[in-house]
């Protein structure tokens, strides 16, 4: 089975120029366009969750998510053999916004839900947040975070802020995860990092000398409080990596840093519909093995969505 798990289709309500400056090419038609282009299965498609920071309230972020989740249920319904939704919600957003992740998983069959890496400066490991991972971890549904907007005046040009920002701000996001004890908590929680993490495996290397180095390196500021019993390396082999990066050498590196079970092939297309046949052919030359290859390219995400 070949699975893309990484594929955002847009609620047509939500595209407009207050929410886009320009057009956005996140659509059903182009998601069953890249569908097709490279053979695929099933096609997950989640929501491009960064726009709703628009949202000048918390009603209104609430009503575009329900909108959202209601249309993403409608287009696996319009096309059963092809979509698999995800649902979308705001950790710490409060019990109206658990209620409809509720709604959505139990009513509208959501196989998964995507969060922004922050949302309004706001990190998924924060107290407020808990709720969420409890009801995630009682649905029994994969986490799917996705980079939510970093924009600053350094990322305003060269689309910095979509190829650098962005996925700082997911990998901040993880690294924060697994230091305040997400995994601790929640042991039986899954959580999937888009485009490799951002880079996660990157700076686990520091993340563990900053915990193994605690007397040692007070210079570099406080380490508490302590709410993990293992070095941040462990619980890096606890989380789930997609593989939407197009660069070969990053993509072996995160392989060989999650294991073979724990790498999902995605390629964010869309809306990057150019990049789906890279992000295709990438797959076949990071040196998987038959078996690895099947593993990553839909027996993993058919794992976690419960389709087999």
């Known amino acids: 089975m070949r699975i893309d798990w990484h594929v955002h289709i847009n609620d047509p309500k939500y595209m407009g120029?207050?929410?886009?400056?320009?057009?956005?090419?996140?659509?059903?038609?182009?998601?069953?366009?890249?569908?097709?282009?490279?053979?695929?299965?099933?096609?997950?498609?989640?929501?491009?969750?960064?726009?709703?920071?628009?949202?000048?309230?918390?009603?209104?972020?609430?009503?575009?998510?329900?909108?959202?989740?209601?249309?993403?249920?409608?287009?696996?319904?319009?096309?059963p053999d092809k979509f698999v939704p995800m649902a979308t919600c705001i950790p710490g957003g409060g019990?109206?916004?658990l209620k409809e992740l509720e709604r959505a998983v139990t009513q509208d069959d959501a196989r998964a839900?995507?969060?922004?890496?922050?949302?309004?400066?706001?990190?998924?490991d924060e107290d407020a947040a808990k709720p969420f991972w409890k009801l995630v971890t009682d649905l029994d549904i994969p986490v799917f975070i996705h980079p939510?907007?970093?924009?600053?005046?350094?990322?305003?040009?060269y689309r910095l802020a979509s190829s650098v920002g962005r996925p700082a701000d997911n990998c901040l996001s993880l690294a924060r995860l697994i230091v305040r004890g997400i995994f601790e908590q929640f042991p039986n929680v899954k959580i999937v990092g888009s485009h490799l993490g951002?880079?996660?495996?990157?700076?686990?290397?520091?993340?563990?000398?900053?915990?193994?180095?605690?007397?040692?390196?007070?210079?570099?500021?406080?380490?508490?409080?302590?709410?993990?019993?293992?070095?941040?390396?462990?619980?890096?082999?606890?989380?789930?990596?997609?593989?939407?990066?197009?660069?070969a050498p990053a993509a072996e590196c995160a392989l060989k840093s999650v294991?073979?079970?724990?790498?999902?092939?995605?390629?964010?297309?869309?809306?990057?519909?150019?990049?789906?046949?890279?992000?295709?052919?990438?797959?076949?030359?990071?040196?998987?093995?038959?078996?690895?290859?099947?593993?990553?390219?839909?027996?993993?995400a058919a794992r976690l969505l419960k389709l087999n």
């Open 148 to 157: 939510g907007d970093a924009t600053t005046p350094a990322m305003a040009d």
């Open 198 to 247: 951002g880079g996660i495996c990157d700076v686990i290397g520091r993340l563990d000398y900053a915990y193994e180095l605690l007397d040692f390196s007070v210079f570099l500021g406080p380490y508490e409080p302590m709410l993990i019993k293992h070095p941040p390396r462990h619980y890096l082999k606890m989380l789930y990596l997609d593989s939407a990066c197009y660069w």
């Open 259 to 300: 294991g073979e079970d724990h790498f999902l092939f995605g390629t964010d297309s869309p809306p990057m519909v150019p990049l789906k046949q890279k992000g295709f052919n990438l797959m076949s030359n990071i040196g998987m093995t038959p078996a690895q290859y099947d593993k990553v390219m839909g027996g993993n």
């Open 95 to 97: 019990d109206e916004g």
């Open 17 to 79: 120029p207050k929410w886009w400056k320009h057009p956005v090419p996140m659509t059903v038609e182009h998601a069953l366009d890249a569908h097709r282009l490279v053979g695929l299965d099933r096609t997950v498609i989640s929501n491009a969750v960064h726009y709703i920071r628009f949202c000048e309230t918390q009603k209104d972020a609430l009503a575009a998510i329900e909108s959202s989740n209601r249309y993403l249920a409608k287009c696996r319904d319009d096309h």
């Open 113 to 124: 839900v995507i969060i922004n890496s922050s949302h309004h400066g706001h990190y998924p």
